[in-house]
Nanobody
Framework: QVQLVESGGGSVQAGGSLRLSCAAS????????MAWFRQAPGKEREGVAA??????YYADSVKGRFTISKDNAKNTLYLQMNSLKPEDTAMYYC???????????????????WGQGTQVTVSS
């Protein structure tokens, strides 16, 4: 059974940094497209970054500030978030789907495995 467990969220002031982790189990990790999504109260879930099978994909709002990476040996996905802004405040979710990432990778409908989320709060 596929399981995704996020950690690393918390509260930080604007300009600060956080690193999120997503521990994956139950499947061949390297064969999956992995992504981070976020959802703020009253807003739709949006893709932040995705990686798997090639260059990573990033939402325009986080390019240059966030970095997604995978450690296949540890079956763990990371999201390094720098220069955080109050508008980055949201619940962050890890997601996975079998296959390589593509131009669809920042769309939530493409994923069939989700974690429970970790809260990130950025204060001004």
């Amino acid at each position: 059974q596929v399981q995704l467990v996020e950690s690393g969220g918390g509260s930080v002031q604007a300009g600060g940094s956080l690193r999120l982790s997503c521990a994956a189990s139950g499947y061949t990790y390297s064969s999956y497209c992995m992504a981070w999504f976020r959802q703020a109260p009253g807003k739709e879930r949006e893709g932040v970054a995705a990686v798997g099978g090639g260059s990573p994909y990033y939402a325009d709002s986080v390019k240059g500030r966030f970095t997604i990476s995978k450690d296949n040996a540890k079956n763990t996905l990371y999201l390094q978030m720098n220069s955080l802004k109050p508008e980055d405040t949201a619940m962050y979710y890890c997601a996975a789907v079998l296959g390589f990432c593509g131009t669809w990778s920042l769309s939530a409908v493409g994923y069939n495995y989700w974690g429970q989320g970790t809260q990130v709060t950025v204060s001004s």
